[in-house]
């Protein structure tokens, strides 16, 4: 799915919908305070997206390869 594009259901995505797999998450935080996550992925296509009500739509994702 390109980023951008994953189709929503209302606000937000069905995180288990074809085509979608989640690799891992940070779940909510406070405003202000920044999280990390560190991964070690295959070389492929990956999006970065925030799935909380509205803000995937609002433009909270980017596209990235790992080659």
């Known amino acids: 799915i390109a980023p951008g594009e994953i189709p929503l259901d209302g606000d937000h995505f ?7 797999t989640v690799i891992d998450e940070i779940g909510e935080f406070p405003v ?7 991964l070690t992925l295959e070389p492929g296509a990956y999006q970065l997206v925030c799935n909380l009500p509205a803000h ?12």
């Not at 202000?32 to 560190?38: K, V």
């Not at 995937?56 to 080659?67: R, S």
């Open 14 to 20: 069905p995180e288990d919908a074809e085509g979608i």
């Open 32 to 38: 202000g305070e920044t999280q990390t996550l560190s």
């Open 56 to 67: 995937y739509a609002a433009g909270m994702h980017t596209g990235f390869i790992v080659e």
